[in-house]
């Protein structure tokens, strides 16, 4: 649950980043300056981050779901 949480809030403070500096530089689709290019950068790796984050749990239950089935064919 920790890291869903962690997940969730760094995708908040990514989106108010992405509105404060879109507000300054503009509402462009194609960046116009190398700061505007670095900001979006920085956002689309720091979304990439908290996705993955969001969900690494499902891969755990994934785990525990094949090794409890393994375990069950071997018995």
Do not use: H
Not at 47 to 68: G, N, Q, R, T
């Amino acid at each position: 649950m920790k890291k869903i949480k962690f997940a969730t809030t760094t995708m908040a403070i990514l989106l108010l980043f992405f509105v404060i500096y879109n507000t300054i530089f503009g509402w462009n689709q194609i960046a116009i300056s190398e700061a505007e290019k670095t900001c979006d950068y920085i956002f689309k790796v720091g979304m990439s981050i908290a996705w993955a984050f969001y969900f690494l749990p499902l891969f755990d239950i994934y785990e525990d779901f094949v090794e409890k089935r393994e375990s069950n064919k071997e018995d």
